[in-house]
């Protein structure tokens, strides 16, 4: 069952007739299926042979931060700021049992009884995600305590598995990528098998990645947290591999491209954490590791991070465009001469258009919006001419600028602007009775190099909104607010008047307004502050205790694994390398986003815990 939860990984939002809300943000994952059958096995066997096979300080300690995690809740619900948005017609299943109970002439105030509904089912919610979470941290320790090589070909496997049905899922990818019409057709199609498209705001997740490689998961940054480990496990697996080889370096170069495909600073990041943290390992065996032997391999994975870095520039720049003004006349009539500046053929059946509208001053508000489809296929290099008429706006004194920009309106996208995927904009300007040329707008890059940039893709709300969470833990530093749903009555009250212009960060304070706490809110940006916010500063220390257990084994068992044989080293590195590099990802992601943190943390604990000892049989 550890294997197959595993190899599931991937497949973390499934359809909605697969999820089990019981388990709140885990129900949804494919995973949680063989997690729920081997931990009852696990509590199965526990009972008949009446051994624990955990060490007691990891049960004391996970048990110590339930206990915490539920004195938080219940001062989070004690200090709760917004309990007059709490009523029980909120809530389905407890509305049409009151309906039925007034139908009877039983009558029961809906602001208690949804008041107490709410707080008991957030208590018994989080216990249950719990025993999902951590409770699989336990398992997976228990197994290796067990039988640790058995346990550890059980996740290698896994691992190994999942690796290769996203490598061959995104060759499909990468063809969509490069222009093919018939690839985009067969990825909508998986797609919707895969996963409920556009479930989530009416547009999460998206049908299609744009101009990311994502494979198939939800987005790109979640298969950058996935690829932490598939990477390292592969290239262990070149090395100790006896036969197929060059499989497994094809699969190894396929993970890299795909990485770098990602445009994520998250990637960015973790593949910055595990080249140090392998500097380190490396470092540590310099004694018994030729330098000569070890030249050649650098040079081969620095050359597939150079093609991998290329494969992105070409995915980011798929749509760039050249714009030249052929004419304007007195109705308002624009000429322009399209030409395709990118390396990408532009298939006709994409079914590109020019759309063209009028917009305020500001940029806040348009009128008159038209489409005119190019109608042909353009190669790299070639041009063809498009006239807009443009409609007569509410009034052209207040709608005074012009946006002239390409989309896509095909059998499976409709109306996707293309400046997101290296498209520039060409605008033009009414002034003095007649519309004059203001030129091209480029594109907005967003460069996975720049994972400081607080102004760059996402950073801006991604550090915003860790800002508002530190802001939040600052105020309750003992016991937090409570948890995710809590803290959502605390957000719009935090957040800066500057992180108010971020479009985004404006989307969701107006979906939690319109909608209301609980049925749409501000997402977990990072672990990190989201740990802080929730369960206060002995809470995160808590959240990190197990890391640092972690490193106290790796280091007090240093003197055996030194010198340990060279498999043994490489499971004990690829372990470490992949740990690290996940809670590198935490910074900008949380553990909740797909099941890889706590299986893996479970193998780290058992696998490092087992050092210098025999594998029991099981």
């Not at 709490?86 to 009151?98: E, G, P, R």
């Not at 948890?483 to 960060?505: D, T």
Request: proline share 3%; glycine share 8%; net charge positive.
């Amino acid at each position: 069952m550890f294997g197959i939860a595993v190899f599931l990984i991937p497949f973390h939002t499934g359809h909605m007739a697969l999820s089990i809300s019981l388990f709140g943000s885990m129900g949804s994952k494919l995973s949680i299926f063989p997690v729920l059958i081997g931990l009852c096995l696990f509590l199965y066997q526990c009972v008949k042979k009446r051994e624990w096979y955990v060490p007691k300080i990891c049960s004391t300690f996970f048990c110590i931060l339930l206990v915490w995690q539920i004195f938080s809740l219940i001062h989070g619900l004690v200090i709760f700021p917004n309990w007059q948005e709490i009523s029980a017609n909120q809530f389905k299943k407890l509305d049409f049992l009151l309906s039925i109970l007034s139908s009877k002439g039983i009558f029961l105030d809906t602001l208690v009884i949804g008041h107490t509904w709410w707080a008991i089912k957030l208590i018994f919610t989080h216990i249950l995600e719990y025993v999902v979470t951590y409770g699989v941290v336990i398992w997976g320790i228990s197994l290796f305590y067990r039988n640790r090589e058995i346990s550890f070909q059980a996740l290698r496997y896994g691992i190994l598995s999942g690796a290769i049905i996203c490598s061959t899922y995104s060759v499909i990818e990468f063809l969509y990528l490069f222009g093919s019409y018939d690839a985009m057709a067969i990825l909508a199609h998986i797609n919707s098998w895969i996963y409920d498209i556009e479930i989530s705001h009416g547009w999460w997740p998206p049908l299609l990645g744009g101009n990311r490689v994502r494979s198939i998961f939800a987005e790109p940054a979640y298969m950058a947290l996935y690829m932490t480990v598939t990477i390292p496990f592969l290239l262990a697996q070149i090395r100790i591999a006896k036969t197929k080889k060059w499989f497994w370096k094809v699969l190894f170069a396929m993970q890299l491209f795909m990485m770098w495909g990602t445009n994520s600073k998250t990637a960015m990041g973790i593949l910055l954490a595990e080249a140090l943290s392998a500097i380190i390992f490396f470092y540590l065996r310099r004694k018994k590791i030729s330098l000569k032997k070890s030249f050649f391999p650098l040079l081969i994975i620095i050359l597939l991070c150079g093609t991998g870095i290329g494969l992105n520039w070409l995915f980011q720049h798929r749509y760039a465009v050249d714009y030249d003004l052929i004419s304007i006349t007195s109705n308002d009539t624009v000429t322009l001469k399209i030409t395709n500046k990118s390396p990408i053929v532009w298939d006709k059946r994409t079914g590109i258009d020019l759309t063209s509208a009028w917009f305020t001053k500001d940029w806040e508000d348009e009128s008159g919006r038209v489409n005119v489809p190019l109608d042909r296929t353009l190669f790299p290099g070639q041009s063809c001419e498009v006239a807009v008429r443009l409609p007569e706006p509410i009034s052209k004194e207040e709608y005074s600028n012009v946006v002239m920009e390409l989309t896509t309106n095909n059998a499976f996208q409709n109306d996707i602007r293309l400046a997101s995927q290296g498209a520039a904009k060409f605008t033009l300007q009414w002034n003095q009775n007649r519309l004059v040329d203001k030129g091209e707008a480029e594109p907005l890059e967003n460069k996975m190099t720049a994972m400081t940039s607080q102004t760059e893709g996402s950073n801006q709300q991604r550090y915003g909104m860790m800002h508002v969470e530190t802001l939040i833990g600052r105020a309750h530093p003992f016991f937090g607010v409570g948890g995710q749903e809590l803290k959502q009555a605390y957000f719009v009250s935090y957040i800066p008047n500057w992180l108010m212009k971020n479009r985004e960060v404006r989307l969701w304070v107006t979906y939690q307004k319109t909608k209301g706490l609980l049925k749409s809110g501000f997402p977990i940006i990072s672990d990190y502050t989201h740990q802080f916010a929730s369960y206060g500063l002995p809470g995160f220390i808590l959240f990190l205790m197990p890391s640092f257990y972690a490193m106290f084994l790796l280091f007090k068992k240093k003197v055996y694994w030194i010198k340990a044989g060279l498999q043994e080293y490489m499971h004990i590195a690829i372990l470490g390398i992949s740990y690290f590099g996940l809670m590198v990802a935490f910074i900008g992601g949380n553990s909740t986003q797909l099941y890889i943190y706590w299986l893996l943390l479970g193998a780290l604990i058992g696998y490092y815990g087992t050092l210098e000892c025999d594998s029991k049989s099981q």
